[in-house]
């Protein structure tokens, strides 16, 4: 019986999505004639047609169906497999493999890890700084044990849809802020009666955690508002240097601008009630960890939550 090659998993589900088999081809970077035949194998592999082939676009038969769901899992389950194996094989190791946000790794982190040394000695600390679509990505292939990120409960994230373990270990505000004028008000505000041209906002990308929240929540109150996002970016800390910069408004987080907020370098741009409260979360692997990764997430548990 001829062996299935795995890629044959992905050229399967990029023609189930599209149905157009001159397009999986393109997006498999290959001719069509050489997609045919893989997807042919397959189902010479499967020993069933998997598409109906007398439509336009192809559509999935009753196996195809089944076997798409499958395909899925299969694929999810290759993902994790190095990060699982990497997990058994340091199940005594000392390190601790953690991905953080970027604004939580220069804020929060430092002074968060120095307050549990007085409970655990913390060995060594393999720290991924990214975007938070990145670091979720990290979690769930089990490439890291752990991932320290802003939350929100009102918004879920692809790790609450998953159920993975998590822990509240620390508060923060997302606030509306501006550079003051020389009176020391915003150079910008949230403010229907005052808006005589649109206001201009500075906005996080879809790959941003932070984003995400702002996205959710400021588009109910801004709704009524004439605004204008004028610049766009992955980091609070780019967003931040904007907004210094006296270029708009932008959603900032408390750790990130306390001292240019006690200093008026940044001003609140709109009442209280425009700020959004947040969660600094820490998640965990749901797979084995090493025995200091688990006694890591035990001197934090009294704050520990689990969804």
């Known amino acids: 019986m001829k062996t299935m090659n795995?890629?044959?998993?992905?050229?399967?589900?990029?023609?189930?999505s599209s149905g157009n088999f001159s397009r999986?081809?393109?997006?498999?970077?290959?001719?069509?004639?050489?997609?045919?035949?893989r997807i042919r194998a397959l189902e010479e592999w499967i020993g069933a047609d998997l598409f109906n082939r007398s439509t336009q676009p192809a559509t999935l038969t009753d196996t195809g169906t089944w076997f798409e769901s499958v395909a899925k899992d299969m694929i999810t389950r290759a993902a994790r497999i190095p990060g699982e194996a990497r997990a058994f094989n340091e199940a005594n190791s000392n390190a601790l493999?953690?991905?953080?946000?970027?604004?939580?790794?220069?804020?929060?982190?430092?002074?968060?890890?120095?307050?549990?040394?007085?409970?655990?000695?913390?060995?060594?600390?393999?720290l991924v700084s990214d975007v938070m679509q990145r670091c979720e990505?990290?979690?769930?292939?089990?490439?890291v044990q752990f991932l320290l990120t802003h939350s929100n409960s009102n918004v879920e994230g692809e790790?609450?849809?998953?159920?993975?373990?998590?822990?509240?270990?620390?508060?923060?505000?997302?606030?509306?802020?501006?550079?003051?004028?020389?009176?020391?008000n915003p150079q910008f505000t949230l403010d229907k009666a005052t808006a005589k041209n649109p206001i201009m906002l500075l906005s996080y990308s879809q790959e941003s955690g932070i984003g995400r929240i702002v996205n959710e929540m400021h588009n109910k109150l801004t709704d009524s508002l004439p605004t204008q996002n004028?610049?766009?970016?992955?980091?609070?800390?780019?967003?931040?240097?904007m907004a210094l910069d006296a270029r708009g408004i932008a959603w900032l987080p408390e750790t990130l601008i306390a001292e240019d907020?006690?200093?008026?370098?940044?001003?609140?741009?709109?009442?209280?009630?425009?700020?959004?409260?947040?969660?600094?979360?820490?998640?965990?692997?749901?797979?084995?960890?090493?025995?200091?990764?688990?006694?890591?997430?035990?001197?934090?548990?009294?704050?520990?939550?689990?969804?």
Not at 137 to 143: C, I, K, N, T
Not at 230 to 241: D, E, G, Q, Y
Not at 279 to 300: H, M, N, P, Q
Request: aromatic share 10%; glycine share 4%.
């Open 6 to 16: 795995f890629t044959w998993l992905e050229d399967f589900l990029a023609l189930a």
């Open 24 to 37: 999986a081809a393109e997006e498999r970077h290959m001719t069509q004639p050489a997609f045919s035949r």
């Open 97 to 126: 493999r953690i991905a953080s946000t970027h604004a939580l790794s220069f804020t929060f982190m430092p002074s968060w890890l120095r307050g549990l040394e007085s409970k655990i000695t913390i060995g060594q600390v393999q």
């Open 137 to 143: 990505a990290l979690l769930l292939e089990s490439q």
């Open 159 to 184: 790790l609450d849809k998953e159920k993975y373990p998590f822990a509240v270990v620390g508060k923060d505000t997302l606030i509306p802020v501006s550079a003051p004028n020389k009176a020391g």
């Open 230 to 241: 004028i610049f766009t970016a992955h980091l609070a800390s780019v967003l931040r240097t």
């Open 261 to 307: 907020i006690a200093n008026g370098k940044l001003v609140e741009a709109a009442p209280h009630n425009w700020c959004i409260e947040m969660e600094i979360r820490l998640y965990r692997d749901k797979a084995t960890i090493s025995k200091a990764g688990e006694a890591f997430w035990e001197a934090i548990k009294p704050t520990k939550q689990s969804k």
